[in-house]
């Protein structure tokens, strides 16, 4: 099996280490970074979503996959000579006020990343001015919002309403995920895309770019 | 049966309510909700005191509570709140909002090296759990003698609980990476979740929920489950001083449901996400009452008459099988409409009389 291949495989199984010891050794031997981003990284993340989906995978496996992902990204990322141009899309992405619960956001952000978007990652508890503030600074292509709970449906919305105040939801794609939301609710307020996990967040990113609908 | 219903007397259930979880002909099936968000919010709106002194005032708390008993009509009280009562009295930091319930915002230990450093809290000094005593307390003195309703208290499960006290991302990978040491946390956990849920008891609370979101197929395997849940579970149904608990799950629990029932001393389980018809066949024989499973969303976001026939669909689908009582799948979400909760409960009444 060669590198790329074993990379991919410590990205599923979450082995941190061997993860890293690869990474280094794909840099020693001045491979080629791009193609261990997407077919090594990448690809093997989107076998744990797919893991994930079919219920082989819960949330601790993906989370130490993920790690295995980040540790192997930040140790290739200061050689990958990228220019900001090279990025898909850039993507702001936050849990919306009054929620905390960010593991989801977080593995999608990663997915992201690893997928060659730009990621501007708000954190968790993300009042609606915060959004629109980092759209304008970062001249963003998409904003993408998450929340587990139900009560913090509503914030989505008056995010969206804010968009519109300041003159910004026909420049940006809305893209909503978490468990309460669905087609019905995205309609309800208004949003572009909803999506379940992480890969279909990138798939759906992926076939905006394709159709050229982001700006 | 009559051990079982002198059981069911011992927790507070009226002659009404053992009728209707035997689907005894003319009786119908009974209905509850569980309302922490959804009650401190109404009675946040109906009074002004905010949310952050309510979820530390006993007398608030009950009159919150009756509030919706007055309002709706149910046997079961709970002072639920939210689910940080344990990791705040570890030491964790919370959100306290006006109009919501408080939620986690830096975790007691940021690592799992750092287990060592956790003291078992007093459950009659630490944290809001002095509080969640007194509105025990409070019920037994004002309330227990006038009504038929039953009063539970509530501990969180040791995996919500620990996954608080540790932040949730840590303890999940802990899981993965430090079985061991996650092992010592649920274990400290555990032992402070006992003397809690006793606290709750001796002051009058007539029987003890268990609330273990965290411990679902939504967040971990069915193998986890058993490895890192059930010794646990298992332990706190035994050191209660309660002949049973009722235990809540919400998310996606098919999986586990063998698993969960083999918990001594569990006899409701409260389920969400799952085929009642295969949950009912799955507990075959075993008294253990299932309680479900309205969505909460759908509560929030249908009409009443949408509302009304799935709650319908629930009730056809159960039947005359008994050892069922309607409840949403989970806490009601704060601002779920009125005449949405009204019209569950009345389609229970209206189409769950026996013989169905």
Request: proline share 5%; hydrophobic share 40%; with cysteine.
């Given at each position: 099996?060669?590198?790329?291949?074993?990379?991919?495989?410590?990205v599923?199984?979450?082995d941190?280490?061997?993860?890293?010891?690869?990474?280094?050794?794909?840099?020693?031997?001045?491979m080629?970074?791009?193609?261990?981003?997407?077919?090594?990284?990448?690809?093997?993340?989107?076998?744990?979503?797919?893991?994930?989906?079919?219920?082989?995978?819960?949330?601790?496996?993906?989370?130490?996959?993920?790690?295995?992902?980040?540790?192997?990204?930040?140790?290739?990322?200061?050689?990958?000579?990228?220019?900001?141009?090279?990025?898909?899309?850039?993507?702001?992405?936050?849990?919306?006020?009054?929620?905390?619960?960010?593991?989801?956001?977080?593995?999608?952000?990663q997915?992201?990343?690893?997928?060659?978007?730009?990621?501007?990652?708000?954190?968790?508890?993300?009042?609606?001015?915060?959004?629109?503030?980092?759209?304008?600074?970062?001249?963003?292509?998409?904003?993408?919002?998450?929340?587990?709970?139900?009560?913090?449906?509503?914030?989505?919305?008056?995010?969206?309403?804010?968009?519109?105040?300041?003159?910004?939801?026909?420049?940006?794609?809305?893209?909503?995920g978490?468990?309460?939301?669905?087609?019905?609710?995205?309609?309800?307020?208004?949003?572009?895309?909803?999506?379940?996990?992480?890969?279909?967040?990138?798939?759906?990113?992926?076939?905006?770019?394709?159709?050229?609908?982001?700006n | 049966?009559?051990?079982?219903?002198?059981?069911?007397?011992?927790?507070?259930?009226?002659?009404?309510?053992?009728?209707?979880?035997?689907a005894?002909?003319g009786?119908?099936?009974?209905?509850?909700f569980?309302?922490?968000?959804?009650?401190?919010?109404?009675?946040?709106?109906?009074?002004?005191?905010?949310?952050?002194?309510?979820?530390?005032?006993?007398?608030?708390?009950?009159?919150?509570?009756?509030?919706?008993?007055?309002?709706?009509?149910?046997?079961?009280?709970?002072?639920?709140?939210?689910?940080n009562?344990?990791?705040?009295?570890?030491?964790?930091?919370?959100?306290?909002?006006?109009?919501?319930?408080?939620?986690?915002?830096?975790?007691?230990?940021?690592?799992?090296?750092?287990?060592?450093?956790l003291?078992?809290?007093?459950?009659?000094?630490?944290?809001?759990?002095?509080?969640?005593?007194?509105?025990?307390?409070?019920?037994?003195?004002?309330?227990?003698?006038?009504?038929?309703?039953?009063?539970?208290g509530?501990?969180?499960?040791p995996i919500?609980?620990?996954?608080?006290?540790?932040?949730?991302?840590?303890?999940?990978?802990?899981?993965?990476?430090?079985?061991?040491?996650?092992?010592?946390?649920l274990?400290?956990?555990?032992?402070?979740?006992?003397e809690?849920?006793?606290?709750?008891?001796?002051?009058?609370?007539?029987?003890?929920?268990?609330?273990?979101?965290t411990?679902?197929?939504t967040?971990?395997?069915?193998?986890?489950?058993?490895?890192?849940?059930?010794?646990?579970?298992?332990?706190?149904?035994?050191?209660?001083?309660?002949?049973?608990?009722?235990?809540?799950?919400?998310?996606?629990?098919?999986?586990?449901i063998?698993?969960?029932?083999?918990?001594?001393?569990?006899?409701?389980?409260?389920?969400?996400?799952?085929?009642?018809?295969?949950?009912?066949?799955?507990?075959?024989?075993?008294?253990?009452?299932?309680?479900?499973?309205?969505?909460?969303?759908?509560?929030?976001?249908?009409?009443?008459?949408?509302?009304?026939?799935?709650?319908?669909?629930?009730?056809n689908?159960v039947?005359?099988?008994?050892?069922?009582?309607?409840?949403?799948?989970?806490?009601?979400?704060?601002?779920?409409?009125?005449?949405?909760?009204?019209?569950?409960?009345n389609?229970?009444?209206?189409y769950?009389?026996?013989?169905?």
């Amino acid at each position: 099996m060669g590198l790329i291949e074993n990379l991919k495989n410590a990205v599923i199984d979450g082995d941190v280490d061997s993860a890293a010891r690869i990474a280094n050794e794909i840099i020693d031997r001045k491979m080629d970074l791009k193609n261990a981003i997407l077919n090594g990284l990448s690809a093997g993340m989107r076998v744990v979503g797919k893991k994930y989906e079919e219920h082989e995978y819960f949330i601790p496996e993906v989370i130490v996959s993920a790690d295995a992902l980040n540790t192997a990204f930040n140790i290739i990322k200061p050689h990958f000579k990228d220019k900001d141009t090279d990025y898909k899309a850039k993507v702001i992405i936050g849990v919306v006020k009054g929620d905390i619960h960010e593991i989801g956001k977080n593995i999608v952000a990663q997915f992201l990343n690893a997928s060659g978007y730009k990621v501007i990652d708000l954190g968790r508890n993300v009042p609606p001015e915060k959004f629109v503030e980092a759209i304008e600074k970062y001249n963003a292509d998409i904003v993408a919002m998450s929340t587990l709970m139900t009560p913090t449906l509503e914030q989505m919305k008056i995010t969206i309403e804010h968009l519109k105040e300041n003159g910004l939801r026909n420049k940006i794609k809305v893209i909503i995920g978490g468990a309460p939301t669905d087609q019905e609710f995205m309609n309800e307020i208004g949003a572009d895309y909803c999506c379940k996990d992480a890969n279909e967040t990138v798939s759906t990113l992926d076939s905006i770019i394709i159709k050229n609908e982001v700006n | 049966m009559s051990l079982i219903e002198d059981f069911l007397t011992q927790f507070g259930f009226s002659q009404e309510l053992i009728e209707g979880v035997f689907a005894k002909p003319g009786a119908t099936m009974p209905a509850i909700f569980l309302a922490g968000g959804y009650n401190v919010n109404e009675y946040y709106k109906m009074t002004g005191v905010p949310a952050y002194e309510i979820v530390r005032n006993a007398r608030h708390l009950i009159k919150s509570q009756m509030n919706l008993q007055y309002k709706f009509k149910v046997d079961l009280l709970t002072c639920l709140v939210d689910l940080n009562i344990m990791s705040e009295s570890f030491g964790a930091k919370l959100y306290y909002d006006h109009d919501v319930l408080p939620m986690p915002n830096k975790p007691a230990i940021e690592s799992l090296d750092d287990i060592d450093q956790l003291e078992i809290p007093d459950p009659h000094k630490d944290g809001r759990m002095p509080v969640i005593i007194e509105a025990a307390k409070l019920y037994k003195e004002k309330y227990k003698a006038k009504s038929s309703l039953i009063y539970g208290g509530y501990i969180e499960g040791p995996i919500t609980a620990s996954s608080n006290i540790l932040g949730v991302e840590n303890f999940m990978r802990g899981l993965v990476t430090n079985p061991d040491l996650i092992h010592k946390l649920l274990d400290k956990v555990t032992t402070a979740l006992i003397e809690f849920g006793n606290a709750q008891l001796e002051a009058g609370a007539d029987a003890i929920g268990i609330a273990e979101p965290t411990a679902s197929s939504t967040c971990i395997s069915p193998d986890f489950f058993k490895e890192f849940a059930f010794p646990y579970l298992k332990k706190i149904n035994r050191k209660l001083n309660t002949p049973g608990t009722l235990i809540h799950i919400c998310g996606h629990t098919q999986p586990i449901i063998k698993q969960w029932i083999k918990i001594p001393n569990t006899f409701i389980i409260s389920v969400d996400e799952v085929d009642l018809t295969k949950t009912l066949e799955t507990i075959g024989n075993k008294f253990i009452i299932v309680a479900g499973n309205i969505s909460p969303i759908t509560l929030l976001r249908e009409t009443p008459e949408t509302i009304e026939l799935i709650t319908k669909d629930i009730i056809n689908e159960v039947g005359n099988h008994g050892k069922f009582v309607l409840c949403p799948g989970c806490d009601l979400a704060p601002g779920t409409p009125e005449e949405n909760i009204m019209a569950f409960l009345n389609a229970g009444r209206k189409y769950g009389k026996f013989p169905i």
